[in-house]
């Protein structure tokens, strides 16, 4: 009787760890799509672009194949977490392509950064802001600062802003940046690899483009 008795406490908490982690599972691959996600596409037109856009999305799956291959255009990449499906948002503006809108999420010690970009045809950078950030270096005199430097670069451009091994600022990057270098770091950081991956993982949808489809 006392076997069968701890068995079936054995099995009872067995059952209950199988629970515990498909719940937190679940919650952790819910709250990452989220954070991965552009939260309101219309009011980020608004602030982007400030037009009467239409937009649609282009779907595509992050495999390991583009982290590397993000690897071999910049010094850093894609967490592993971010293998997954992304989207990026083709805006159109009286029936032509008009720009590119994606969201990315980056951790800092204030806790995770989300950062809406908006992408120009060419892929060099039209600007971003900051769909949620607790640090209050994400402010509206820091956020302009930075997107005065990037607006319209290409990842060539941006890298100029960067060491060699991307980890810090480098010469000119310091000058650009003295009154929020960290929060900078980061941003630059964030809008290489969203370039990168733009590039890579949607290859096929921006030839088509380009092509005038």
Same mark, same amino acid.
């Given at each position: 009787?006392?076997?069968?008795?701890?068995?079936?406490?054995?099995?009872?908490?067995?059952?209950?760890?199988?629970?515990?982690?498909?719940?937190?599972?679940?919650?952790?691959?819910?709250?990452?799509?989220?954070?991965?996600?552009?939260?309101?596409?219309?009011?980020?037109?608004?602030?982007?672009?400030?037009?009467?856009?239409?937009?649609?999305?282009?779907?595509?799956?992050?495999?390991?194949?583009?982290?590397?291959?993000?690897?071999?255009?910049?010094?850093?990449?894609?967490?592993?977490?971010?293998?997954?499906?992304?989207?990026?948002?083709?805006?159109?503006?009286?029936?032509?392509?008009?720009?590119?809108?994606?969201?990315?999420?980056?951790?800092?010690?204030?806790?995770?950064?989300?950062?809406?970009?908006?992408?120009?045809?060419?892929?060099?950078?039209?600007?971003?802001?900051?769909?949620?950030?607790?640090?209050?270096?994400?402010?509206?005199?820091?956020?302009?600062?930075?997107?005065?430097?990037?607006?319209?670069? #290409?990842?060539?451009?941006?890298?100029?802003?960067?060491?060699?091994?991307?980890?810090?600022?480098?010469? #000119?990057?310091?000058?650009?940046?003295?009154? #929020?270098?960290?929060?900078?770091?980061?941003?630059?950081?964030?809008?290489?690899?969203?370039?990168?991956?733009?590039?890579?993982?949607?290859?096929?949808?921006?030839?088509?483009?380009?092509?005038?489809?």
């Amino acid at each position: 009787m006392v076997d069968v008795m701890v068995g079936a406490m054995k099995r009872n908490k067995l059952y209950g760890l199988i629970i515990l982690l498909t719940v937190e599972i679940f919650t952790l691959s819910s709250a990452h799509a989220a954070f991965c996600s552009l939260r309101d596409p219309v009011s980020a037109i608004q602030i982007l672009y400030q037009g009467d856009y239409q937009f649609r999305s282009l779907i595509a799956t992050v495999t390991e194949q583009d982290r590397l291959a993000v690897k071999e255009k910049l010094p850093f990449t894609l967490h592993k977490s971010e293998v997954s499906k992304h989207t990026l948002y083709l805006l159109y503006k009286n029936g032509e392509h008009a720009g590119f809108l994606q969201a990315r999420s980056e951790w800092a010690k204030w806790g995770l950064i989300e950062i809406a970009w908006a992408i120009n045809l060419d892929r060099s950078l039209k600007g971003f802001y900051f769909q949620r950030c607790r640090s209050p270096e994400c402010n509206d005199t820091v956020m302009n600062n930075i997107n005065k430097h990037l607006h319209n670069k #290409s990842i060539e451009q941006l890298m100029l802003f960067l060491s060699a091994d991307g980890e810090a600022l480098s010469e #000119s990057g310091e000058s650009a940046f003295s009154t #929020s270098p960290i929060i900078a770091l980061l941003v630059l950081r964030s809008a290489l690899k969203t370039l990168a991956i733009t590039d890579i993982s949607w290859a096929k949808d921006i030839e088509k483009i380009e092509a005038g489809y």
